[in-house]
């Protein structure tokens, strides 16, 4: 295997191109239908606001005009108008994602691989990173069995080519989803570390990825910060009194001064925090008494959770690689125990942190996937030993080429399988995964689709008033942009009801409504508007043209029912062929 490292310049480039393929490869295959569509849907008009009744927000609360939704406690009918600091974060999660996203949907318009596309790219970008790592953490190894005098190489490279194929990494990068920023940043801060062991400066480049971690997600705030003092406490102490290190600090808190500024004008105006920080501190409040996201069930569930759903999300080869990795560092603990406690000291502790993080957060699938980068260090180190050898027989040799071979194409084909292919083949969980449940291509995509090419080239000729001022801007903005382009006028309504998912009708129609004007409304709100306006509002306001949408798993009820009669569907089908949707028009 010596040619591995003779070649390893162009091995790493193929394992880069082939982490792209998986990553980029039909990136908007995939329903948005889980929590990308939260962020996605926000970054649009960078504006805190998701139709969520159950989490209003600062934004709503401030808003001087807003017909208020009845859940929102007087206290928090503030209506003064809203302060600057409310646009500088949002009530949830810090900004960097949304922002990130509203530029590559500004560049390449509203879509699902666009939100997803610089997923996609610090996807690839991790890939390099863990080579990197690998290439550090295993470069003082030694093997006086097989002769090798660069180890580290061979880890490094396998290391990256795990995380290049291997499903868990697949698919978070090709969601728009906040982990592969987090993981990227967080990678970028160990390396960084390791490297400033030998140079002081790179402890600037620490602190700007730990900064812009942290302004992705908190939970780079509780993995890393934890990770890097532990490290120089035990590594690098005189660090305390460098000025890089200090340097490092001050842009950690530059990077983090939008959310520090955020929440300080949030508990002035209504004596807590935002969501998060809120919840950490047990803070009281009226208005977030639902909690979504945080039924994380107790410490036993996590537990007892923790091990199906990393077998749900891994292959049982890659899950296998990573077992025996285990074993073996086991085993070497035994012959050796002061010797490899030290050697193996950063990715124990590295490890350790993680494992916290995730019994305080729950070990649903998308965090899950911050383990990925350790398991494919140690499965990569691993196989890197396995594959080695000094003196081997032909026939040896060619059988270990063909076990790797197996690992890699199956590996791959897992990923595709389950990330690119509409539908996975074959049984879970040897073929299938289900992670693909994710993204599963329900007809969401298919559903919006419908709707851009009925209204392409058209603007509303009518809209409904939007609950909140702030809002207004958004359908003023749609209008005039649809005029100055010449489109022409269209008297539409879409009436929606059933068994909605609430991510996937968000994107593909409440974002036609807020964003773009058109009426969207539901079958209870359309009844209501007669019983208030009579049985003619619709006609008299000069409505012509009717979408009525359901989902094909609803039963129509009477009410539905009759104002579809003797109109014939048209049929919305999923990629599988599958009628997914029914939409009447008149």
């Known amino acids: 295997m010596n040619y591995f490292l003779r070649y390893q310049r162009l091995i790493l480039i193929c394992i880069l191109i082939i982490a792209a393929v998986l990553r980029f490869g039909l990136l908007w295959r995939g329903d948005p239908i889980n929590d990308e569509v939260l962020m996605a849907f926000r970054a649009i008009g960078l504006v805190d606001f998701d139709e969520a009744e159950v989490q209003t927000t600062p934004m709503e609360w401030f808003d001087s005009g807003a017909r208020v939704a009845p859940n929102i406690p007087d206290t928090y009918r503030i209506g003064t ?291 990925t980068p350790l398991m494919a260090l140690s499965a990569g180190y691993f196989l890197s030993f396995f594959l080695q050898s000094r003196h081997s027989s032909s026939s040896r040799e060619l059988l270990r080429q063909l076990f790797f071979t197996a690992i890699i194409v199956f590996e791959i084909f897992y990923s595709w399988n389950n990330q690119i292919a509409y539908y996975p083949k074959g049984p879970e969980p040897w073929l299938a995964s289900k992670v693909r449940y994710e993204n599963y291509n329900w007809g969401y995509n298919e559903l919006d689709a419908y709707f851009e090419n009925e209204f392409s080239g058209r603007i509303p000729a009518l809209t409904f008033d939007l609950r909140y001022v702030f809002l207004e801007k958004f359908r003023q903005a749609a209008i005039d942009d649809g005029l100055r382009k010449g489109y022409a006028p269209f008297p539409a309504l879409v009436i929606t009801y059933g068994n909605f998912d609430k991510a996937g009708k968000l994107w593909a129609l409440d974002r036609l409504h807020i964003y773009h004007a058109w009426p969207v409304i539901s079958l209870s709100d359309y009844y209501d508007y007669l019983k208030t306006n009579g049985a003619d509002f619709y006609t008299r306001s000069g409505f012509k043209n009717f979408y009525f949408v359901i989902p094909i798993n609803t039963v129509s009820a009477p009410e539905f029912s009759q104002l579809i009669t003797g109109i014939v569907p048209i049929e919305i089908k999923n990629p599988r062929g599958d009628t997914a949707f029914l939409t009447y028009k008149k």
């Open 81 to 371: 108008g809203i302060p600057w600091w409310v646009r500088i974060s949002w009530h949830d999660q810090p900004p960097l994602v949304f922002l990130t996203q509203n530029f590559f949907m500004r560049v390449f318009g509203e879509h699902p691989w666009a939100f997803r596309f610089p997923s996609a790219l610090l996807g690839i970008a991790s890939v390099y990173l863990v080579y990197l790592i690998g290439r550090k953490i295993f470069a003082r190894e030694s093997n006086s069995q097989v002769g090798v005098g660069l180890p580290g190489e061979f880890a490094g490279l396998f290391s990256a080519l795990f995380y290049a194929i291997t499903l868990n990494a697949v698919y978070i990068s090709r969601t728009g989803m906040q982990e592969p920023y987090v993981i990227f940043f967080i990678l970028w801060t160990i390396y960084a570390l390791l490297r400033a062991r030998e140079q002081k400066s790179f402890y600037i480049l620490a602190g700007i990825a730990l900064g812009l971690g942290i302004l992705s997600k908190y939970t780079a705030f509780f993995l890393g910060v934890p990770l890097t003092i532990t490290w120089i406490l035990w590594h690098d102490r005189a660090a305390f009194v460098s000025k890089y290190f200090w340097i490092g600090v001050a842009f950690v808190l530059l990077f983090i001064s939008p959310i520090i500024v955020y929440n300080i004008g949030l508990y002035r105006a209504v004596e807590h925090f935002d969501f998060q920080f809120s919840y950490i501190f047990r803070q009281t409040h009226p208005v977030w008494q639902v909690e979504p996201g945080k039924d994380i069930g107790t410490i036993t569930n996590r537990l007892h959770n923790f091990i199906p759903r990393l077998i749900a999300t891994n292959s049982w080869v890659f899950l296998g690689l990573f077992v025996a990795s285990i074993i073996g560092f086991l085993w070497r603990l035994l012959k050796s125990f002061r010797a490899t406690l030290q050697q193996y000291a950063f990715l124990l502790l590295w490890f350790g942190a993680t494992l916290l993080l995730l019994l305080a957060i729950g070990p649903a699938y998308r965090f899950l996937t911050m383990l």
